[in-house]
């Protein structure tokens, strides 16, 4: 059983304030009965639930793949630098409170980036214990050669940052779109393993997690839910 008010807020429908008036004007149905107390208790999954007289969804927890565009910060809260965030766009059905993104890609990366409100998710798949491999295609400013290759693939040393084996490949026989796979996430990684060998990176895109691909029919800023088989997927190397 679930506080009516607690269960509207947690799925995006305002602060615990907005949502207590929502509730005290009527505007709130259960199995088709007006609810005007907001400290009712319901079961969120058997329960018909409406808010003005649209049919409410619940959802405990949420996962969410994004094709983050380019300029939009991987946070939760822009207003320190006045940036979009990957939260800011999402569409209003969609919002809900406590979601952030599960890793976060630079502010000029794009791809795949994963929502969630999942906490303990979001952990198994950060881990360093986990090492989930991460699919990325970068564009560079010059082709990469056999001395890069062999480096990526055995293990390299950026500063006091030790990097794992990495997967480098030729997308197309073109060495200046390189497929890399990796499976840490440190700050600026790939950037900093091009650049090692003087090699600029000019795009970088995430198109996979685990074995899970980025959906080719999401556009720049859109997203759609993950189910449960996506999700083993994530986890599986």
């Known amino acids: 059983m679930m506080r009516l008010d607690k269960m509207l807020a947690n799925l995006g ?25 907001d400290d009712f208790r319901l079961e969120p999954e058997k ?11 619940y959802k405990p927890l949420v996962y ?9 910060i991987s946070s939760t809260d822009g207003r320190k630098t006045a940036e979009k965030t990957v939260i800011d766009i999402l569409p209003d059905e969609m919002k809900r409170k406590n ?25 198994r798949i950060l881990s360093p214990k986990s090492h989930i491999p991460k699919t990325y295609i970068a564009g560079l400013d010059k082709p990469f050669d056999d001395i890069v290759l062999k480096a990526f693939q055995s293990g390299m040393t950026i500063g006091s940052d030790v990097c794992m084996p990495a997967v480098l490949e030729a997308v197309n026989g073109d060495f200046k779109t390189a497929r890399v796979v990796i499976k840490q996430g440190m700050y600026h990684q790939i950037k ?19 074995k899970l691909c980025l959906d080719e029919a999401l556009a720049p800023g859109a997203c759609r839910f993950i189910d449960k088989k996506e999700l083993e997927m994530i986890l599986s190397e």
């Open 13 to 37: 429908y305002g602060s615990r304030k907005d949502v207590k008036l929502l509730i005290r004007k009527g505007q709130v149905q259960i199995n088709g009965v007006v609810i005007k107390k």
């Open 47 to 57: 329960d018909e639930v409406k808010v003005c007289d649209e049919l409410v969804v």
């Open 64 to 72: 969410i793949m994004m094709n983050k565009p380019e300029g939009v």
């Open 99 to 123: 979601l952030f993104p599960a890793g976060r890609l630079d502010k000029n990366t794009t791809g795949f980036v994963l929502i969630t409100d999942d906490g303990n998710f979001a952990h």
């Open 192 to 210: 900093r393993m091009f650049k090692s060998f003087g090699i600029e990176v000019l795009s970088l895109k995430r198109i996979k997690m685990g």
